[in-house]
Each structure stands twice: as C-alpha cells, then as structure tokens.
C-alpha cells in the first residue's frame, strides 16, 4: 500500500486545538502537508503554515509520528507531529481551505469531524502530555 508522509502542527492555544478545513470537505485535517523533495520535516512545516495560514511559526518540538489510513486516498498516512507556536495574525491564505478555528472539547457535540488519527492518536498524546485538559 502507497505510504503519504505528512507532516502536522500541533497548535493550542486556550485550551483547544487548531484544524482547518477543506473546501467541500466536512472531515477537519491538521495545519499541515507533504514534505517536498529535499526539504526537511521542519523546513515543510513552515512553508506549509506560511502557505496556509499566512503567519510565521516557531518548532517547539517534535511530538512523534503516527500511521493511519488516509481520508482522501486509498494509503496509508505517515504523520509527522510537531508542537508549533504560531507568529502573527493567522489568516487563510490557500484556496484550498474554507476555514480554520481552534475546537474545544465538545467538537463532536458541534458536529465537527477528525481523522481517526487525530482523534485516536494526537489528542490522547496531548491529554497524556498535559497540553490539553480534556476528558475524552
């Protein structure tokens, strides 16, 4: 099976975590992408927050990697974590999403839809991590 490497920030702030948002799609994904030929993880991270949300951001560290089947293609996601701090005023700068928001613990209660790789793996990481008092 095809392996798509992706790498993801883990942004939150006020006690809720930030996703963006598709245009058409009703599942939320991380700030994030695929690492380019010849960029690191963390030189990926930053060209894909600049590009998405139009802001700087500071790589605090790197919270792990985690597999998972794909949302949108017939693979397997690889996703690289990352703990970001976001520089600046974020603001949707690609076409390709329609909205970012930070989501609080009752996401689901507000009809908001996570990867299962977000859901299973990324916010019980940050609970366990005391990033995210939640009780899920």
Known sequence: MKI????????????AFLMVRKVGKDIWTSLGGKVEQGETEEEALTREIKEE???????LEKMGDFESGAIFDDATVRLSTYLVELKGNPKLSDPEYEEFRFIKENYKGEGIKLPDIIEEKV?????SRKLLSWNV
């Open 4 to 15: 798509i490497h992706k790498v993801a920030a883990v942004v939150i702030q006020n006690n």
């Open 53 to 59: 949300l139009d802001c700087g951001s500071v790589i």
């Open 123 to 127: 916010i019980p990481l940050c609970i």
